[in-house]
């Protein structure tokens, strides 16, 4: 997946003010190792569909499947459909 500078300002801004558990493999691997998500209702939220979620410092598991919060993740689905 090709990105624009604006994009990869914008995704580094993201990741400055976060410690990610998995040292942030979606970027440093060219988007190529994502979680699985859907999107689910109006609002923009992503359902985190991974096996493991519920262990992610980044999931809300108050439901099943549990929500994802992560920033990055939620920037690339919407701005990139991933």
Do not use: W
């Amino acid at each position: 997946m090709e990105i624009t500078q604006e994009h990869a300002n914008r995704l580094e801004e993201l990741m400055a003010g976060l410690e990610c558990p998995k040292e942030f493999i979606c970027y440093k691997s060219g988007f190529t190792h994502l979680c699985k998500v859907r999107k689910a209702g109006a609002a923009g939220l992503l359902e985190c569909l991974d096996s493991g979620s519920r262990n992610c410092q980044f999931s809300l598991p108050f439901n099943d499947p549990p929500v994802c919060l992560c920033p990055v993740r939620a920037y690339l689905a919407a701005e990139f459909g991933k």
